[in-house]
């Protein structure tokens, strides 16, 4: 669990890093190329038009043609290219320099792409690789022909200097931007993770049985983390009640079955102390039959457990069958009929109407006669047991009230746990394993139905089961 948690933490710092540095990268990668452009392009517009006021002032001078102006075309030429600080070049329509700012080109012939372009009366300024720019500007005499080309040269030397110290400032606040995401970065990891890590510890400590630990959630804000925190602690009390329940359970089973097993044990030793030569057979007899009783009290606890078990198992499928459920309590009050009447109990049956299920019969009658046969117990002379099965259009009824000694109302919530009795030494002389409505309640579920409780003590009880009439 911890390599998983610390492999977390390092991906979502790497995620945040790539999310949060590399498009910061690239912004300022192509932000100093667009200002390079831009200044690049400000400098050939700067060119072209120097290039045209001295193509311009040469046609309306005549330098091409006069020859007795020659020496003033060479100081405007020097003059111009000395206060703009570009080199000047001056060429004829047959490309040869007639004019050279530098005086170190005149008489040669320049065929440049751009010189041609220029020619051909299309203004041009373009890059060369020794980081200068060339604009090339044709000379129109007054007829509006081409005599020739006027070519300024410029240096972009200082534009990369600028660029250089707009790049190293760029990169000193990416640097201090890119600690400020790291250092957040670092934050938002130990958020995420911390909770993650903390939740991990507690669920060790369930696993290894401690089902009292507790996620804390306070300082959560309302998201999954908190989520994930709150469905942990769920699950915690949710095992603690299990555990507590095993627990309970394993306790009652003991004392169900030592509470006979004692009995036996004591009639036993009451029986072997006795001299069988002066102990009269009717006290052997009673003594046999108390035993025989303990047993059969053991193996009707055994049995139940053995139900309960087998209807608590979740690999064991319901097998439903579409019966006639009217009929099916019809029989259970009939079976049931001569044990009410033994004590004084009658019992009306009531068919609201016929209702059909898909249910497991054995199951359902199983629960039913277990609601019944309470009803007939923990009933008064001559008291009254009303059964009666009704539906709607999704479930079945199955009401089973009585005008027994009733339930307290704290003691309700508790009447479906394991072993519990909510009078034990009356339950004891009856028979109950206290096990039966916990039977009830496992079957109902079984068929994703429900059971109700209703009861005062002195006035009676009422239990209303029900079922889906369509199980899926």
């Known amino acids: ?16 890093a790539l999310i949060g540095i590399f498009p910061l990268l690239i912004v300022a990668q192509l932000t100093l190329n667009s200002v390079q452009e831009y200044f690049v392009e400000e400098r050939k517009k700067e060119l072209l038009l120097q290039a045209n006021v001295v193509s311009g002032h040469i046609g309306l001078s005549d330098y091409m043609y006069d020859e007795s102006k020659t020496l003033l075309f ?9 206060q703009s600080g570009y080199r000047i070049i001056v060429i004829d329509r047959t490309g040869v320099v007639v004019n050279d700012s530098n005086k170190t080109e005149e008489g040669k012939t320049y065929f440049l792409p751009e010189v041609v372009e220029a020619l051909n009366n299309r203004d041009t300024a373009t890059v060369q690789g020794n980081d200068t720019i060339h604009a090339a500007v044709s000379i129109m005499d007054d007829r509006s022909n081409c ?3 006027v070519l300024v040269c410029g240096s972009i030397s200082d534009i990369a200097v600028t660029v250089d110290a707009i790049r190293h400032n760029i990169f000193n606040i990416i640097i201090m931007l890119m600690v400020m995401i790291v250092i957040v970065i670092t934050i938002l990891a130990w958020w995420f993770t911390n909770p993650l890590n903390r939740s991990i510890e507690v669920i060790k400590k369930m696993a290894e049985g401690h089902f009292d630990q507790r996620i804390e959630v306070n300082g959560y804000l309302h998201t999954e983390l908190a989520e994930l925190a709150e469905s942990s602690n769920n699950m915690a009390e949710k095992l603690d009640q299990v555990e507590t329940s095993r627990q309970e359970f394993v306790s009652n089973v003991s004392h169900e079955l030592k509470t006979p097993l004692s009995s036996i044990k004591v009639l036993s030793d009451s029986i072997l102390i006795q001299d069988p030569e002066t102990v009269p057979k009717e006290m052997y007899v009673e003594f046999l039959r108390d035993i025989n009783s303990e047993v059969d009290r053991m193996t009707a606890i055994i049995n139940d457990l053995l139900t309960l078990v087998r209807m608590n198992r979740q690999e064991v499928a319901l097998k439903p069958l579409e019966i006639n459920i009217t009929d099916m309590v019809g029989d259970i009050v009939k079976r049931l009929e001569p044990i009410a009447r033994a004590k004084n109990v009658s019992i009306n049956y009531n068919r609201v109407r016929e209702v059909i299920a898909e249910v497991e019969e054995t199951k ?3 629960a039913v006669s277990n609601l019944i046969e309470n009803a007939i117990k923990y009933n008064v002379d001559d008291g009254k047991i ?8 999704q479930n079945a009824f199955i009401t089973v009230a009585d005008t027994g000694i009733g339930i307290a109302e704290d003691e309700i919530g508790k009447i479906f746990d394991r072993f519990y009795r909510v009078d034990k030494n009356r339950d004891r002389e009856t028979g109950g394993t206290g096990l039966g409505l916990s039977i009830t309640r496992s079957a109902v579920l079984m068929h994703n139905g429900s059971i109700k409780v209703s009861s ?3 006035e009676g009880t009422t239990f209303v089961i029900t079922i889906p009439l369509k199980q899926k």
Do not use: P, R
């Not at 669990?1 to 945040?16: G, N, R, V």
């Not at 009303?386 to 259009?393: M, Q, R, Y």
């Open 386 to 393: 009303d059964v009666s099965v009704d539906c709607d259009h």
């Open 147 to 149: 005599v020739g080309v």
């Open 74 to 82: 060479d100081y405007d030429v020097h003059q111009t290219s000395k």
């Open 456 to 458: 005062k003590e002195n």
């Open 364 to 366: 359902l009658s199983l």
């Open 1 to 16: 669990m911890a390599k998983k948690s610390i492999k977390l933490k390092w991906t979502l710092f790497i995620t945040y």
